[in-house]
């Protein structure tokens, strides 16, 4: 997994409420190989009109928009279905942050797990952050990571960055967690052990 | 395991306890994970396997079905609606055959939506950890188990190591008390729920359900429950297990043996929360106010009773708010203060891991009473057994003869990744549980209801309030 450390970048804002992963990739792209890369289904039909065409009112399809790596979001982003594509469609398209009040905690996961850090911050500051971009859109965000920190643009301050410590260490070193895990081999093995003997009918 | 703790312990918590394998130091728990369900849509799991030269670590605890991708009109993968769908299915052998997974492929009969099979086979069991790569997963918490949706990363760590690093949620506890009126389902409990606490309300905790309404309750009514908790944002739904879920359980074919049987259900016994266990929050329902309920907007928050109004989005309390609401009303083509009832629908759908078991059928056949759906009207049973069932019980016979469509089993429209879709700018009365933007295919209009609602909207081709005349009977 590619680690997260800081990040640095203008911010697209993309507006919504439960902005579901649905919208971030509809179910009929799911079935792609990951090889041939996420990133042309992101916010696929959301960003388009009716007819195909992308959308300029998007905020992804506006000028500057593609050297953006860091997203803000509304409540509650990427509720709904558990697909990882999501989150593949945001990393192929160059996303390595997502700031928002609050997230789907599947997506959250998925995310941690492919070295996508989605940073929770209080809605107000969200509101504050939108409001600032909407007159200065190229106001640069700095998500640190290391310093466990968001640095805002204009006069919005300086903002703690809240992820519990194993998911913070797992991405901040790029671990992968099934190496990890298999550390605990041992511990497994016995721990399953008794379990399969006291509950005989899971090994059937 | 450790050496059980003298305070009172929720549900959950008693079930986190037993398959803590052990706790970071960090925070999260290595919990040992009973069982895994695959599905089509896990193939990116097992890509990861091959990648790194892994095999599936205990095939005897994972079990395969096909059920996102599979065709409703028939039983092989040729009868899919494209190619690269019918791929997705045989892919999906491919993998199961590779990683010595048992499992049950498109043409057998205990095929059906992963969330309806393995309750049905006695898979889901009181007191287990179950995942699968699907958010409604939390629809098997209803038999008293932590079950919970994953991504494809946290697939391929179960498949390799039968783990999951976990941190423990909160719990909000769901108490339903008094009783429901006639023609007021799980289904509508659950979107008055959604409805009250919002989709994000319950994020970052497991729901347990509990009180008289929910005791009450089948097992198919408990799963709708669970299933839907997850769009209130729980990533766990919950039921404590009683009589009712023994009863169920007992004879299943992966469940405990006759043998065993005493010896499980004295351990499944203990499970319930405790006297004065601690609950992070609390939520109380009072059935007497909950009506069948429509949803009107782009999220199952956007729900309200069948003889309420398309609310109007300036009187939200938030900019956020008012603006998705009337984000919401201009996608479904509807106006503030429009009566849902009347409104003209286009097709029906019936089916989903939410409402497509025997008990879903039977509700939604006692309410043609002889007439015609005079809309396309499909229905699709939530498993090969159920569809069975429904046969021998003259309810599929009863449909054929009202003119729904009676399909074969699987998600179809409620993934609509199958081939089986809304039409753009079509409304669709829908037992299922998303009615998220294009959910249904690109600019379909979706409105969850219950079975009995979504079959009267069949039959008089449009929202219907079930509770008179007879569900339009005029």
Redesign the interface.
Known sequence: MRAFVREASKVVVIPGMNCDTDQIIPGRFLKSDRAQGYGQYLFHDIRRTSAGALDEAFPLNQAGAETATILLVEDNFGCGSSREGAVYALVDHGIRAVIGPSFGDIFYNNALKNGLLPVRLNPEICRALADHLAHAKDGEVVVDLQASEVVLPGNLGTHPVVIDAFARDCILRGLDEIDMTFTFMEQIQDFEAKRLASHPWLDR | ?KAASDAPRTLLGKIWDEHE??R?P???S?L?I??DMIHE?SF?AF?DLKA?G?KPR?P??IFGVADH?VPTRGRTAQDAATP??A??IETFDENMQWGGVRHFSLSDRRQGIVHVVAPEQGIT?PG?TLVC???HTSTQGALGSIAF??????N??VL????L?Q?R?KVMRVTIDGVLAEGVTAKDVMLALIAKIG??GA??YAIEFAGSVVRGLSIEGRLTLCNMS?EA?A?FGMVAPDETTFAYVRGRH????EQ?WEG?VAYWRTLASDEGAFFDREVHLDAAEIAPMVTWGT?P?DAVAIDGLVPDPARFDS???R??AQ?SLDYMGLKPGMALQGLALDKVFIGSCTNSRIEDLRSAAAMIKGRKAVIPSIIVPGSTQVREQAEAEGLATLFRDAGFEWRESGCSMC???NGDVIG?GERCASTSN?N????QG??ARTHLVSPAMAAAAAVTGCLTDIRRNGGGLS
């Open positions: 395991m394998i052990l970071h960090s925070g999260p290595l040992y009973d069982r849509g990116h890509a790194r892994l205990r005897k605890q991708y690269a769908i791929r997705m069991l287990l790569s699907d958010s949706g994953i991504g494809q990363s946290e391929a760590h390799a190591t039968q783990t690093w941190l949620p989709a994000a994020g970052g997850i944002a990533r992966y469940a405990p043996s065993e499980a999220s928050e900019v956020d708010r603006k998705s984000k993934a609509a990744i753009p998303r998220f933007v294009g959910r690109p600019g």
